[in-house]
């Protein structure tokens, strides 16, 4: 989930004000969190109130009440405009959206299954409260499930094979730079986050190659950074500056899920991961008044 943070504080300043070059300083005092950092953190937020999740149908519940809960502290954090009416109406019901929403707030999901076919399913859970049109489902769940192949050990091949399924990415960034648009549907702003991580020679890497073709800048860095972060893992020191751009609120939800993520070694010899109890998560309240 860090690496999610981490591109979109770093392609916050580029979102309007695309850099088309690799060449740029990580951090500045231009960037910040964006609607990207805070609906990834009300995403870990629902999930940090269960260990396993049977009922997806009371998950979409809690998980409604939690984008709405962290969304509406952040009016002006740079949502989209059919979601800031959701959030802000306090809507419940989805919009058939294709929007990358879906694709760039997923990657908790990535980190809390114990299976792909948990992960592709909790995915589409998440997307579909809001973002219900099938390109939107497909974002969610083809990067939820590229970051569980990636913190499980697969290989970069395996994780190309797995995209395969939902997208032909049939071009290098190389050849699209120049002429790369502002895009801010899953169809043509997923795949090219994709690339930028299979692309990469690490972390850094795939966020300056996410920022290099310009676009959505902040989205495709969050989506490649997320991909990138289950598969290279991310230095410290860069993960320590980029919280810092997040308020206490956000920072304290980020840090508890990473508390929460605890390593355990399976048979197959990948790390599994889990949640532990939820502590001070309080029970799921009436949504229905």
Known sequence: MTGAIIGDVVGSRFEFDNHKSKEFELFDKDCDFTDDSVMTIAVAKALMHYDKITDIEEFKMRLIYDMHEVGVRYPSCGYGGRFWVWMMRGGTEPYNSYGN??????????WFASSLEECEMLAAATAEVTHNHPEGVKGAVSVAGAIYLARTGHSMQAIKEYVSKFYTIDFTLDEIRDDYDFYEICQKSVPQAFEAFFESTGFEDAVRNAISIGGDSDTIAAIAGSVAEAFYGVDEDMKETALSYLDD????IADLFEKRIKKSVTRSGFESIYITDCGGIQP??????
């Open 284 to 289: 799921i309240p009436c949504i229905n008044k």
């Open 249 to 252: 609120y956000l920072f304290d």
């Open 101 to 110: 929403g879906s694709a760039m707030r997923v990657s908790p999901v990535g």
